[in-house]
């Protein structure tokens, strides 16, 4: 448990992906670096899908580009297919992620295509994208349950993982994407694909709906996984995913693993004060239990 434990920061996608609110580029890029300040050197910026399915993520190649100058920081973005690739390559990508559904329902909803067409756009992508000397992430979403098929097999989840390490993927992330798992669920399915591929390759993402994002966590930690997505603030959620909310926040993940003796390297004072800016722009407080702890407690001091 003491082992580093990396965590993917997700607020400037999954985060703002599913806001009603369009945040202007100008602001995503200052999003991006004020978390890599407070030491979130791992951030997914954005995503170049159809702007007409997620207009939240237009213009994600002017804040790829906008954040280029950052050092030390390595930088994701989702593409669906090769259009998506084009575009997040001429905009200078060096990480990508392709994402797929262990379930067919959300793989329409989400993508428009079954899991298998969708696993053929993305082998032009991995193939070029190993030519390219590009790193691509993979993502799994309901692996914990799908709104509209219901409940996964850990081994649906475990097959459709080895096919995307096959293809060249070297992390697989396992949304919980309507965050209904919960705990021995999250390491039934984790020992499912861990029995398959190295448990070091393995990301949890998991959403917090049902508020039991760090328990599902711990549980994943408990089986060695090391790789955690989650957002500053806990904003997040998939426009196409019924009922989600947000990813488990950053600063609730940042509170427990400090707490347990794994030093994160991240300033809880830069990453609260980045969850207010966020939450300022977007006209409310945010919904992290740490960041609701930490700003009552501050105002508390500011009085006395
Ligand atoms: P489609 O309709 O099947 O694709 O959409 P198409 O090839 O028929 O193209 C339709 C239109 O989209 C065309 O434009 C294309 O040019 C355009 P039109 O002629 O109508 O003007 N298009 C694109 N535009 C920009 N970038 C592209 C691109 N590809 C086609 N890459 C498609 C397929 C995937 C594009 C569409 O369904 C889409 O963009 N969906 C959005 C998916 C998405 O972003 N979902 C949220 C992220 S996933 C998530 O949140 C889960 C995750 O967090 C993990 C978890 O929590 O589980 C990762
Ligand atoms: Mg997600």
Redesign the pocket.
Known sequence: MSDQIHIVE?GPR?GL?NEKMLVSVEARIAFVEALVAAGLNTVEVG????????PQ?ASSDQVLRGVSHVKDAEFHV????E??YD?ARAAGAKVV?V?AAASEGFSRA????SVAESIERFKPVLARAKADGVKVRG?I??VLGCPFDGEIKPKAVADLAVTLWDLGCYEI?L???IGVGTPLKAREMLRAVGAELPVDNLAM?F?DTYGQALANLYAGMEEGVRVIDSAAGGLGG???APGATGNVATEDVVYMLEGMGVKTGIDMDRLLATTNEVAGLLGRPPVSRVASALNAKRKRLAKS
């Open positions: 997700m999954d992906q995503a170049f899908v159809s702007p007409k399915a997620i993520m989702l593409v669906p297919n259009k998506g575009a992620s994402f989400n993508i428009n295509c993502y979403s309901c992330s949304g919980d994407t993402h959403h998939c426009p196409y």
